[in-house]
T-cell receptor, first 113, second 113 residues
Framework: AQSVTQLDSQVPVFEEAPVELRCNYS??????LFWYVQYPNQGLQLLLK??????LVKGINGFEAEFNKSQTSFHLRKPSVHISDTAEYFC???????????FGPGTRLSVLP | NAGVTQTPKFQVLKTGQSMTLQCAQD?????MYWYRQDPGMGLRLIYY???????DKGEVPNGYNVSRLNKREFSLRLESAAPSQTSVYFC????????????FGPGTRLTVT
């Protein structure tokens, strides 16, 4: 079985500052990793995913994430945030043998003017 | 292309009442899912359907039933609603491939009084 930890439930940051949202996972098998974003009163949208290959993955809206197998982490970063990035961000893992998605508890990013 | 649609958007029930949440997708996906989202707990899988004609329990199936009506539609039924079922419910769909992400509907906000 897989599990996902997002250590920060809330992250406030000023506009144009960099941000990192942390995600750690545990799994006994190889995994595929995803970051989703949820804007207020909306469903989840895919930001980026890691399937294989390069450990640095680029997504939409200027976000990127780095897969670190030894640290079992998949942290999300953006070098300069905008007010419009205010949302909840979910890390998700899926086992490579067809297991279902497991979502972390989410990190609420608040971008302050 | 509407993607994943859910009805209703909002619902208030009294304890003991029943209702069905509807979900449809127009992406010809084989797999469909029902999640509930509660504060601080992320998304938890209620039931899923890997393909038309099959359904399986997820992490929190108690108090719910599902029907995969056809390839497009996957409904979630609460037979006797309880206050603990107050939540936001999301339907999602995905292709068969393990490499594919899930696409989410806009959610149904359910309150049980």
């Amino acid at each position: 079985a897989q599990s996902v930890t997002q250590l920060d439930s809330q992250v406030p940051v000023f506009e144009e500052a960099p941000v990192e949202l942390r995600c750690n996972y545990s799994s006994s098998v190889s995994v595929y990793l995803f970051w989703y974003v949820q804007y207020p009163n909306q469903g989840l949208q895919l930001l980026l995913k890691y399937l294989s290959g390069s450990t640095l993955v680029k997504g939409i809206n200027g976000f990127e994430a780095e897969f670190n197998k030894s640290q079992t982490s998949f942290h999300l970063r953006k070098p300069s945030v905008h007010i419009s990035d205010t949302a909840e961000y979910f890390c998700a893992v899926r086992g490579s043998y067809g297991q279902n998605f497991v979502f972390g508890p989410g990190t609420r990013l608040s971008v302050l003017p | 292309n509407a993607g994943v649609t859910q009805t209703p958007k909002f619902q208030v029930l009294k304890t003991g009442q029943s209702m069905t949440l509807q979900c449809a997708q127009d992406m010809n996906h084989n797999s469909m899912y029902w999640y509930r989202q509660d504060p601080g707990m992320g998304l938890r899988l209620i039931y899923y359907s890997a393909s038309e004609g099959t359904t399986d329990k997820g992490e929190v199936p108690n108090g719910y039933n599902v029907s995969r009506l056809n390839k497009r539609e996957f409904s979630l039924r609460l037979e006797s609603a309880a206050p603990s079922q107050t939540s936001v419910y999301f339907c999602a769909s995905s292709e068969d491939s393990l490499l594919r992400e899930q696409y989410f509907g806009p959610g149904t906000r359910l309150t049980v009084t």
